[in-house]
């Protein structure tokens, strides 16, 4: 019952280097939201993006948007090997009244000290 | 520092007891969210409330699982009979929804990892 798929499943690269997650999503959506999850740990939030929007920029996180693709990308550039975790995207339904997030199965990033 | 609180962290039980877990969400949030995390699953959303009230269960299963709000400080998940194939890390999440169509981000909890024998 995803509503987002996240590609790719596992991404392994070195310090220094930038990292590109991507999701797909199959209905309209209200907005986007990417969670960041360390191992043992809760999510936490890194951004979001609007359906009417299509880039974002937060610090090292760039975000982009294509709705006509049903689509978005991740980025986060000058990778640390405190960005290791799993990545989710998490869309709410645009003709949803409920606020609910579904979310992909998520991206395994390692980075490499 | 605001955040959601969970109890318990870490909870080992027997198939068949009766499992409570606990969140208290961050104070001024009228929307409360319970998630279940497996390796096989992802995350599954489980019930959620709005000021309280339950919205959406649609994703529990119904004959062993409830979920309450029995005031706004505590959201309860409840599992009576356990069974092992409910072991998992469950999240309890909440969030602010101000304006009809703008949802923001949900807050999450450390969740409860839990685990029937």
């Known amino acids: 019952s995803q509503q987002g798929e996240e590609d790719p499943q596992a991404l392994s690269i070195q310090e220094g280097e930038n990292a590109t997650m991507n999701c797909s999503y199959k209905t309209s959506i209200n907005n986007l939201q990417w969670y960041r999850q360390n191992s043992g740990r809760g999510l936490v939030h890194l951004i979001l993006?609007?359906?009417?929007?299509r880039e974002k920029h937060s610090g090292r996180l760039r975000v982009t948007l294509d709705t006509s693709k049903k689509s978005s990308s991740l980025l986060i550039t000058a990778s640390r090997a405190a960005d290791t975790a799993s990545y989710f995207c998490?869309?709410?339904?645009?003709?949803?009244?409920?606020?609910?997030?579904?979310f992909g199965q998520g991206t395994t990033l390692q980075v490499k000290p | 520092d605001a955040r959601v609180t969970q109890t318990p962290r870490h909870k080992v039980t027997e198939m068949g007891q009766e499992v409570t877990m606990r969140c208290q969400p961050i104070l001024g949030h009228n929307t409360v969210f319970w998630y279940r995390q497996t390796m096989m699953q992802g995350l599954e959303l489980l019930a959620y409330f709005r000021n309280r009230a339950p919205l959406d269960d649609s994703g529990m299963p119904k004959d062993r699982f409830s979920a309450e709000m029995p005031d706004a400080t505590l959201a309860t998940l409840k599992i009576q009979p356990s069974e092992p194939r409910d072991s998992a890390v469950y999240f309890c999440?909440?969030?602010?929804?101000?304006?009809?169509?703008?949802?923001?981000?949900?807050?999450f909890g450390p969740g409860t990892r839990l685990t029937v024998l």
């Open positions: 999440a909440s969030g602010l929804v101000q304006l009809a169509g703008t949802y923001n981000e949900q807050f």
């Open positions: 993006i609007r359906s009417n929007e």
């Open positions: 998490a869309t709410v339904y645009g003709s949803s009244n409920t606020g609910k997030l579904i």
